[in-house]
């Protein structure tokens, strides 16, 4: 009889077989010049822009949305720079919070709120010289169109800002986004009249700006931004404003080479902010009247405090008809011997968070 070979010999002559064409295609390329392809470039990225860009806290940031897309569509290509790396703290009203709904981000920027072009154009050069960048996005001039300069004059000053940068580096590309509406948090209703006069402008001149080595491209950022719903006070983006303005700047970059384009958005992203266990006491005052306190939640504006008599049997919380804008709420007079749940609902203009977990407190009976 012949010999019979064992699969598991079959397999190991299969496996040096491969490996031994693969070595020699190889020494081919090699032989032949052939260098192996090069990885694109890593692209330094600056983000310039006003609070919209600074976001506030609690927030997650549409500069977040836009890291993440990135990471899993150009990874390894995009290192965020900039002379800050902080967020609003919208309630104590001054920069340099980190309180980001996710700080696990590459989170550097040039943003600061209430930023303007008037600002900006004098500036820009010395922040470009201490943080180098290839392409700048640029997210600026509702201030301008505000409270100074009419939509021709703010796109000469758009214009001045992207010539200044380029004293740094003559190479840089530029994506510079539309304005945004806004709408009054009061009454609802719209103003900012001047944001589409100047992106029709931008869309018309902004590619006239490029340079053989420097391109300039618009980033279509408000198709589909309604302020009444996607900003929580009317300007300032809510998590579905964020993925919106992330979108139109991911789209330009991917029309540069840089990721892929952003796809569908999704239906309703909820604001995370979340409220912090309360402590119910009774009032130094006597009587049958608690006061329920609370830790902040990052960014809340104000609070709902709910109550559920659990003595009662009641199926739901039922909230005071008026919010809180501090961190303490004293209640009216409570029935001896009842055990009441409290818990808080944090706000941020528009959104709701989730509630806080719950704590119950029964009221003592009256000396």
């Given at each position: 009889?012949?010999?019979?070979?064992?699969?598991?010999?079959?397999?190991?002559?299969?496996?040096?077989?491969?490996?031994?064409?693969?070595?020699?295609?190889?020494?081919?390329?090699?032989?032949?010049?052939?260098?192996?392809?090069?990885?694109?470039?890593?692209?330094?990225?600056?983000?310039?822009?006003?609070?919209?860009?600074?976001?506030?806290?609690?927030?997650?940031?549409?500069?977040?949305?836009?890291?993440?897309?990135?990471?899993?569509?150009?990874?390894?290509?995009?290192?965020?720079?900039?002379?800050r790396d902080d967020i609003w703290d919208n309630v104590a009203d001054k920069?340099?919070?980190?309180?980001?709904?996710d700080p696990d981000f590459d989170s550097e920027h040039h943003a600061r709120?209430?930023?303007?072009?008037?600002?900006?154009?004098?500036?820009?050069?010395?922040?470009?010289?201490?943080?180098?960048?290839?392409?700048?996005?640029?997210?600026?001039?509702?201030?301008?169109?505000?409270?100074?300069?009419?939509?021709?004059?703010?796109?000469?000053?758009?214009?001045?800002?992207?010539?200044?940068?380029?004293?740094?580096?003559?190479?840089?590309?530029?994506?510079?986004?539309?304005?945004?509406?806004?709408?009054?948090?009061?009454?609802?209703?719209?103003?900012?009249?001047?944001?589409?006069?100047?992106?029709?402008?931008?869309?018309?001149?902004?590619?006239?700006?490029?340079?053989?080595?420097?391109?300039?491209?618009?980033?279509?950022?408000?198709?589909?931004?309604?302020?009444?719903?996607?900003?929580?006070?009317?300007?300032?983006?809510?998590?579905?404003?964020?993925?919106?303005?992330?979108?139109?700047?991911?789209?330009?970059?991917?029309?540069?080479?840089?990721?892929?384009?952003?796809?569908?958005?999704?239906?309703?992203?909820?604001?995370?902010?979340?409220?912090?266990?309360?402590?119910?006491?009774?009032?130094?005052?006597?009587?049958?009247?608690?006061?329920?306190?609370?830790?902040?939640?990052?960014?809340?504006?104000?609070?709902?405090?709910?109550?559920?008599?659990?003595?009662?049997?009641?199926?739901?919380?039922?909230?005071?008809?008026?919010?809180?804008?501090?961190?303490?709420?004293?209640?009216?007079?409570?029935?001896?011997?009842?055990?009441?749940?409290?818990?808080?609902?944090?706000?941020?203009?528009?959104?709701?968070?989730?509630?806080?977990?719950?704590?119950?407190?029964?009221?003592?009976?009256?000396?």
């Open positions: 009889m012949g010999r019979t070979t064992s699969p598991f010999a079959a397999f190991s002559a299969l496996v040096a077989l491969a490996a031994a064409v693969l070595v020699a295609g190889c020494a081919g390329d090699a032989a032949q010049g052939r260098p192996a392809a090069a990885s694109p470039p890593r692209q330094r990225v600056m983000i310039v822009g006003d609070s919209i860009t600074h976001e506030s806290a609690g927030d997650y940031t549409w500069r977040y949305r836009l890291a993440e897309h990135l990471t899993h569509t150009a990874p390894g290509r995009v290192d965020f720079v900039g002379d920069g340099g919070s980190h309180d980001y709904a709120w209430g930023d303007s072009l008037r600002e900006e154009v004098p500036r820009i050069e010395a922040v470009v010289r201490a943080h180098p960048a290839d392409v700048m996005l640029i997210a600026i001039g509702a201030n301008d169109l505000t409270y100074w300069t009419q939509p021709p004059d703010t796109a000469v000053l758009m214009r001045q800002l992207i010539d200044n940068a380029r004293r740094v580096n003559p190479n840089m590309t530029f994506v510079v986004g539309h304005v945004l509406t806004r709408a009054d948090f009061r009454d609802n209703s719209m103003n900012l009249p001047g944001a589409p006069p100047f992106n029709a402008i931008l869309d018309a001149q902004a590619p006239g700006w490029s340079t053989p080595t420097s391109r300039v491209v618009v980033a279509q950022t408000d198709v589909g931004w309604d302020p009444l719903r996607d900003a929580w006070d009317g300007s300032h983006p809510t998590p579905d404003g964020e993925v919106i303005i992330a979108r139109g700047f991911a789209d330009a970059l991917a029309g540069l080479g840089i990721g892929a384009p952003y796809g569908p958005l999704p239906a309703h992203i909820p604001w995370p902010g979340t409220g912090r266990r309360p402590t119910v006491v009774r009032t130094a005052l006597g009587g049958t009247r608690v006061t329920v306190s609370w830790p902040a939640t990052p960014g809340a504006t104000q609070y709902f405090v709910e109550r559920q008599v659990i003595s009662w049997q009641e199926p739901d919380f039922v909230r005071a008809p008026a919010s809180v804008t501090g961190y303490s709420w004293t209640s009216e007079p409570l029935l001896p011997n009842v055990t009441v749940a409290y818990r808080v609902v944090p706000m941020k203009g528009r959104m709701a968070g989730a509630p806080s977990p719950a704590t119950t407190f029964t009221v003592s009976a009256l000396p």
